[in-house]
């Protein structure tokens, strides 16, 4: 996991930017393919201070959902819970 500063919007609302990271191993056509993936993600509020407070190496589940980035250029995941596993 990236993790940009926290920061705050001007309406005062913690906001945090981070890029997640994902590798794993799973078969397709009986065949062991690695999978690996960053994903650009955001958290506001409680969710965006707790997730500052993490260590970059830190194994995460993550909820939430996709939508367009704000420029239109690719996607974002928008975490509305997490848990450490």
Do not use: W
Not at 21 to 33: A, G, K, V
Not at 45 to 72: I, K, P, S, W
């Amino acid at each position: 996991m990236q993790a940009q500063p926290l920061r705050y919007t001007p309406a005062g609302i913690p906001v945090v930017n981070i890029v997640l990271e994902h590798e794993s191993t799973l078969t397709e056509m009986d065949t062991p393919r690695l999978v690996k993936l960053q994903l650009k993600a955001v958290a506001f509020g409680a969710q965006a201070e707790t997730l500052a407070r993490q260590g970059l190496d830190a194994v995460c589940e993550f909820h939430g959902f996709m939508t367009n980035a704000r420029n239109g250029k690719g996607l974002v995941f928008h975490i509305q819970d997490f848990s450490k596993t």
